[in-house]
């Protein structure tokens, strides 16, 4: 029901934006509510709106919170050249009759 008035409202207005999803929450709360009569209609219409009203809050906070790292006018990070990086340690070759790299105390082998 929800899908429906949301798609609905969105055609009417022409516009794709949380008050559409904010006025069919309230629309949805209150045509849940239409046989307990007018006075619970308007409370579920009111809960159901504002419920939508905070998912769609965070939503929107969310957006702006995160949009700048997607900037894409943003400079690539500075990256260190990699012929300037100090040279690579040293590591000491492992014993060859080690099963798959693993240190002799540790393998199954007897």
Not at 72 to 79: A, E, G, R, S, Y
């Amino acid at each position: 029901m929800f899908s429906t008035i949301d798609c609905c409202i969105a055609n009417i207005r022409q516009k794709e934006d949380p008050l559409n999803s904010i006025v069919s929450g309230g629309l949805t709360g209150a045509l849940l509510t239409v046989r307990s009569g007018p006075r619970n209609m308007l409370i579920s219409g009111v809960v159901g709106a504002f419920l939508l009203g905070m998912i769609e809050g965070v939503g929107v906070m969310m957006t702006r919170w995160t949009a700048p790292a997607y900037d894409p006018t943003m400079p690539p990070p500075d990256m260190q050249d990699p012929q300037n990086l100090p040279p690579k340690k040293e590591s000491s070759p492992l014993p060859e009759n080690t099963p798959f790299g693993m240190p002799t105390h540790l393998s199954m082998a007897s």
